[in-house]
């Protein structure tokens, strides 16, 4: 995950830094083949494709554990005998 820089000179750096680079980066683009453009396009389609998926998988397999058996139900289990130990003493 990036992370922002905290100090005003560190953000003036990162903004400047991305104004220099992003239109370079657009340049050398628009300067490739348009089969290599394409390409380019449809692995970045892809991976959108990819990362929603793998989203809509996830919230799926969350929804069908819910009310199952999980570690949180074991520490609970365990805490409750440990306090009934502690009672019958």
């Not at 104004?19 to 453009?37: D, G, K, N, S, Y």
């Amino acid at each position: 995950m990036a992370h922002w820089p905290k100090t005003i000179s560190g953000n003036i750096f990162t903004i400047a830094l991305a104004a220099i680079v992003v239109p370079m980066l657009v340049w050398f683009l628009l300067t490739l083949p348009a089969l290599f453009q394409v390409g380019l396009g449809a692995v970045a389609l892809g991976c959108v494709a990819l990362y929603l998926w793998r989203r809509k998988l996830e919230s799926a397999r969350e929804r069908n554990w819910a009310g199952e058996f999980s570690f949180g139900d074991v520490v609970r289990r365990v805490r409750e005998d440990e306090a009934l130990e502690v009672a019958a003493r």
